[in-house]
């Protein structure tokens, strides 16, 4: 039996794949699950190539890729006229370059691929409707406190909870920046996707203050459908059920051919997004935190759940690095971590605001990349998508 002991709080993709690179360092892991059962909702989530870079430096690249749609193309479109303004081929000069695809997955099926590795690692043991509502720190170890008032013991804590990490809130104590942005997730059956549209493809349609995405999933026999609007009203983060009429109501003045998708869901559901401004430090002592606990951000270049993939091996390889000392593996983590993340995020804000253009603004977004070779795409690329596992801690 491992002598050293980590409890991860969350078991999202971001706590699945903390827990698994944990206990295959030989630490034993006690993951504790706010809900009744280890799972995911959400429909598709897409995964550039330092995602798959990730994924076979946790051991599971192989059972994602069995589930992944590998696409052709990225494609942005003006909502608005229906005219192509960039298209990024990612066939076979994009995956030689980066050394893996890009692809498309449900994200139950990512998370699937995950759990089935943690499932039959011996060191892992799962606590499900256990909510975390309070940890302390020590000079030798962390502790937290549940609903029930059960308390937990370990040598580290890595909060894995979300945009509303408990962990967070003990070691930074800031809030959540509520966006503005609701975003609607559904998922079509082929069959009700409009011919024309059935693209193997991430096709983004960009309006004035919305826009909408499409691709496929699961073989091609599904199809991912994502739009997204500026809020009207007072938003709080969160998730609900959400209604076609409210969808409808942004989406007036876009074009025919996007627009037809609107209908095709039979439910949607509903999420007000959050982020956070990055910060200077995650952790303190023997506590950190990883994925959305650590730096959530907007979805428009794609990159949250990758990121939290990053994380997770990063965090594994500072640990090996500082020979299992916790504080050291927290700061050499963090330090490699803040940087790119905040990049990453900046990023995803102002790919909102080049989707949402409108006026002239719009004008200089659809001549942003005129000209632009395929080459020169990969070359501005290459910070996000040239991640390695190797050199995780560069």
Same mark, same amino acid.
């Given at each position: 039996?491992?002598?050293?002991?980590?409890?991860?709080?969350?078991? !999202?993709? =971001?706590?699945? *794949? %903390? /827990?698994?690179?944990? +206990?295959?360092?030989?630490?034993?892991?006690? @993951?504790?699950?706010?809900?009744?059962?280890?799972?995911?909702?959400?429909?598709?989530?897409?995964?550039?190539?330092?995602?798959?870079?990730?994924?076979? !430096?946790? =051991?599971?690249? *192989? %059972? /994602?890729?069995?589930? +992944?749609?590998?696409?052709?193309?990225?494609? @942005?479109?003006?909502?608005?006229?229906?005219?192509?303004?960039?298209?990024?081929?990612?066939?076979?000069?994009?995956?030689?370059?980066?050394?893996?695809?890009?692809?498309?997955?449900?994200? %139950?099926?990512?998370?699937?691929?995950?759990?089935?590795?943690?499932?039959?690692?011996?060191?892992?043991?799962?606590?499900?409707?256990?909510?975390?509502?309070?940890?302390?720190?020590?000079?030798?170890?962390?502790?937290?406190?549940?609903?029930?008032?059960?308390?937990?013991?370990?040598?580290?804590?890595?909060?894995?909870?979300?945009?509303?990490?408990?962990?967070?809130?003990?070691?930074?104590?800031?809030?959540?920046?509520?966006?503005?942005?609701?975003?609607?997730?559904?998922?079509?059956?082929?069959?009700?996707?409009?011919?024309?549209?059935?693209?193997?493809?991430?096709?983004?349609?960009?309006?004035?203050?919305?826009?909408?995405?499409?691709?496929?999933?699961?073989?091609?026999?599904?199809?991912?459908?994502?739009?997204?609007?500026?809020?009207?009203?007072?938003?709080?983060?969160?998730?609900?059920?959400?209604?076609?009429?409210?969808?409808?109501?942004?989406?007036?003045?876009?074009?025919?051919?996007?627009?037809?998708?609107?209908?095709?869901?039979?439910?949607?559901?509903?999420?007000?997004?959050?982020?956070?401004?990055?910060?200077?430090?995650?952790?303190?002592?023997?506590?950190?935190?990883?994925?959305?606990?650590?730096?959530?951000?907007?979805?428009?270049?794609?990159?949250?759940?990758?990121?939290?993939?990053?994380?997770?091996?990063?965090?594994?390889?500072?640990?090996?690095?500082?020979?299992?000392?916790?504080?050291?593996?927290?700061?050499?983590?963090?330090?490699?971590?803040?940087?790119?993340?905040?990049?990453?995020?900046?990023?995803?804000?102002?790919?909102?605001?080049?989707?949402?253009?409108?006026?002239?603004?719009?004008?200089?977004?659809?001549?942003?990349?005129?000209?632009?070779?395929?080459?020169?795409?990969?070359?501005?690329?290459?910070?996000?998508?040239?991640?390695?596992?190797?050199?995780?801690?560069?």
């Amino acid at each position: 039996m491992s002598e050293r002991k980590v409890i991860v709080v969350g078991g !999202g993709i =971001g706590g699945l *794949a %903390a /827990a698994l690179v944990l +206990a295959r360092l030989g630490i034993s892991v006690e @993951l504790l699950e706010r809900s009744e059962t280890i799972g995911e909702i959400g429909a598709g989530i897409q995964l550039g190539p330092n995602a798959f870079a990730a994924l076979d !430096g946790l =051991g599971v690249g *192989a %059972a /994602a890729r069995s589930r +992944a749609v590998f696409i052709d193309r990225l494609t @942005l479109m003006d909502a608005v006229d229906a005219h192509e303004v960039a298209s990024i081929d990612v066939g076979p000069t994009f995956r030689e370059r980066f050394g893996n695809p890009y692809g498309v997955i449900h994200r %139950a099926d990512i998370h699937l691929s995950i759990l089935e590795a943690v499932r039959d690692h011996p060191l892992i043991r799962f606590r499900t409707s256990t909510l975390v509502e309070k940890l302390e720190l020590d000079d030798t170890g962390a502790t937290v406190t549940d609903q029930r008032g059960e308390r937990y013991r370990a040598d580290a804590v890595i909060g894995c909870d979300g945009v509303k990490s408990v962990i967070r809130q003990t070691l930074i104590g800031d809030e959540a920046k509520v966006t503005g942005h609701v975003v609607y997730r559904a998922v079509v059956d082929i069959a009700e996707m409009p011919k024309e549209l059935q693209i193997n493809a991430p096709v983004v349609w960009a309006g004035p203050n919305c826009h909408l995405v499409h691709y496929p999933l699961r073989g091609g026999q599904q199809y991912n459908l994502v739009v997204t609007f500026h809020s009207r009203g007072q938003e709080v983060w969160g998730v609900r059920d959400g209604s076609k009429e409210e969808v409808l109501s942004y989406f007036e003045g876009i074009h025919p051919r996007p627009h037809q998708m609107l209908d095709r869901p039979k439910s949607w559901r509903r999420w007000a997004t959050a982020d956070r401004d990055p910060v200077p430090a995650w952790s303190q002592g023997r506590a950190t935190v990883l994925g959305d606990a650590a730096h959530p951000m907007t979805q428009y270049i794609a990159q949250g759940a990758c990121m939290a993939l990053e994380d997770a091996v990063t965090l594994g390889a500072a640990i090996a690095e500082a020979d299992f000392d916790f504080e050291a593996a927290f700061r050499r983590y963090e330090t490699v971590r803040i940087p790119r993340t905040a990049r990453v995020l900046y990023s995803a804000r102002e790919m909102g605001r080049v989707y949402h253009a409108k006026g002239v603004e719009r004008l200089v977004r659809n001549q942003l990349w005129v000209g632009r070779t395929q080459a020169q795409f990969y070359d501005a690329l290459q910070w996000l998508y040239g991640w390695s596992a190797e050199r995780c801690l560069d």
